[in-house]
């Protein structure tokens, strides 16, 4: 049983690069017919907002990435301080005292004599009463893990062999000194207690994965498979993360990215696959294959979302915009008709607002220098209503007869007359559907 989890904090909303983590996960779980757990890594209880558990949920709910169970590690606390305990008695867990200006000390003076900045154990040298006046001074210590000094070796899913020496790394903390549970405890429990089976993340905790791989196998845990995606870069390579503010989803969605034109991206980019549109999460879960991923950083532009999602609106029907199209004032009998002349010529949904005005109100004509004579007398020659899908070939045969004007010097002054902009839907049926409104107003 395939069991994958997508574990965010909440301390913000969730980004382009929290999504590619969230989607390999998910996919992973769908087309295993396995579990995809939502699980609320709040052990922080100063960054962590609920305000950001609810916008977690949203999000992923406007993208259909619907989760089988949430977990919150705040109502795991017990079973936290229960492993600690365990962890204690086998001996696998010291209580250091270093304040982080001493730590920091200690690391430069490492780095100065080319040595690798890794926690000396210095506390495990520590009396008990050298530890009870600590404790009386400072207040109570951290609690670090004691790793192995060995190689820790994995497969991953991504990147392939991996082995890291567990004495190039620090001893992990994972309690504070005023008792908070930090990340790497609570998440060792969770995933054997929740018997997850693959783990995907950001490459960024590959140095966690080595030493979670330690941890979870003295409490007894089954190592899962882990995979770790490159991280995300600009188009020309540069680092995302202080743009990542605005590349929440939310903010895409404000800027009418459409779901399936963000998921279908996020499935391929970074992958061996070209990137293309999907229909439905059917068809996402049936193209992915995490072994296609790369470990180069992968190149993300924003830009590449909004022709995906025109093309994604040009695939819909009428009645998967019907709210969106009522929601202009434009009549029910006509939404059909003014989809189909506008759908080709929007990129997100707010460009309806822009076309529906267009026929409601009609347009200021535009007639450029030395057309309005040539303007003025096609309007002679516009046939009377109603107006048909063949009332703009009538009427530029007629004028094209009148003036001997042809090809674009023909049709794009009577566009412009008419539309108001160069570009737009198929004159034949933006005719009928100008006076349909037109006479209904
Ligand atoms: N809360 C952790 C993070 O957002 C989860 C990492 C993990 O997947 O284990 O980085």
Redesign the pocket.
Known sequence: MTVTRF???PTGYIHIGNLR?ALFNYLIARKAGGTFILRI?DTDPERSKEEYVDAIKEDLEWLGLTWDRIERQSGRLDRYAETADKLREMGKFYEAFETPTELDLKRKKQLNMGKPPVYDRAALALSDAEKDALRAERGSGVWRYKLDHERIAWTDGILGDISIDAASVSDPVLIRGDGQVL?TLA?IVDDTDMGVTH?V?GSD?VTNTATQIQMIEAIGGTVPEFAHHSLLTGPQGEALSKRLGTLSLRDLRARGVEPMALLSLMARLGSSDPVELRGSMDELIEGFDISRFGSAPTKFDENDLFPLTAHHLQTLPVEAVASDIAALGVPDDIAGQFWAVAKDNITTRADLAEWWTLFRDGAEPLIEEGDEAFVAEAMTLLPDGPYTETTWSEWTSAVKEATGRKGKGLFMPLRLAVTGRRNGPDMASVMPLLQRVRAKG
């Open positions: 574990a965010p904090s983590t890594d990340y998440s783990v993340r905790h």
